[in-house]
T-cell receptor, first 109, second 115 residues
Framework: GQNIDQPTEMTATEGAIVQINCTYQ??????LFWYQQHAGEAPTFLSY??LDGLEEKGRFSSFLSRSKGYSYLLLKELQMKDSASYLC??????????WGAGTKLIIKP | TAGITQAPTSQILAAGRSMTLRCTQD?????MYWYRQDLGLGLRLIHY???????GKGEVPDGYSVSRANTDDFPLTLASAVPSQTSVYFC??????????????FGPGTRLTVL
């Protein structure tokens, strides 16, 4: 079967660093996506990993380990506007996205 | 460029009534998708279309139907709404094909309440 799991909620302080983990199980894998979703808005693309390792994009970085079925999203120099839900999704063998329930990130001053 | 639009923004619907949620994209994307998003659950795929003229069933297709008469439009119809269809509905589009890095672009969503 297929499944994907990420924490429901995390809290961090403005200016700090936070790591949001995502674990998945699937027999077919074509990459791992992270999306950001502010309350009441649509998800927007953050990153895509298909090979093992770290992809850095400004304050955001995403890591993938295919052998462990594990990814994380690292957010540095947190700003209040980073308060949002972060959605992890993997692309299965049929090129369909399987989504986690999302991690709500609360940033405190 | 508008990207991807949805209508209506929100709707309250009596159980048993039918309704069509509209979705239009101007990016000439081949693939389009309908998801529902419920609290505590991930986005769940209802139906998808890999190209104009074709459609497929996702994870939760029962009670919904779609059509893809052209590239731009992908309407979702609820034939006889039930309260369990209360949700936020997102339409998305992507270039499609078998590229793993096929980023999906989302519309603003339709908030539907079935009473």
């Amino acid at each position: 079967g297929q499944n994907i799991d990420q924490p429901t909620e995390m809290t961090a302080t403005e200016g700090a660093i936070v790591q949001i983990n995502c674990t998945y199980q699937t027999s077919g894998f074509n990459g791992l996506f992270w999306y950001q979703q502010h309350a009441g808005e649509a998800p927007t693309f953050l990153s895509y990993n298909v090979l093992d390792g770290l992809e850095e994009k400004g304050r955001f970085s995403s890591f993938l380990s295919r052998s462990k079925g594990y990814s994380y999203l690292l957010l540095k120099e947190l700003q209040m506007k980073d308060s949002a839900s972060y959605l992890c999704a993997f692309m299965d063998s049929n090129y369909q996205l399987i989504w986690g329930a999302g991690t709500k990130l609360i940033i405190k001053p | 460029t508008a990207g991807i639009t949805q209508a209506p923004t929100s709707q309250i619907l009596a159980a048993g009534r039918s309704m069509t949620l509209r979705c239009t994209q101007d990016m000439r994307h081949n693939a389009m998708y309908w998801y529902r998003q419920d609290l505590g659950l991930g986005l769940r795929l209802i139906h998808y279309s890999n190209t104009a003229g074709t459609t497929g069933k996702g994870e939760v297709p029962d009670g919904y139907s779609v059509s893809r008469a052209n590239t731009d439009d992908f309407p979702l119809t609820l034939a006889s709404a039930v309260p369990s269809q209360t949700s936020v509905y997102f339409c998305a589009s992507s270039l499609g094909g078998t590229s793993g890095s096929d980023e999906q672009f989302f519309g603003p969503g339709t908030r539907l309440t079935v009473l």
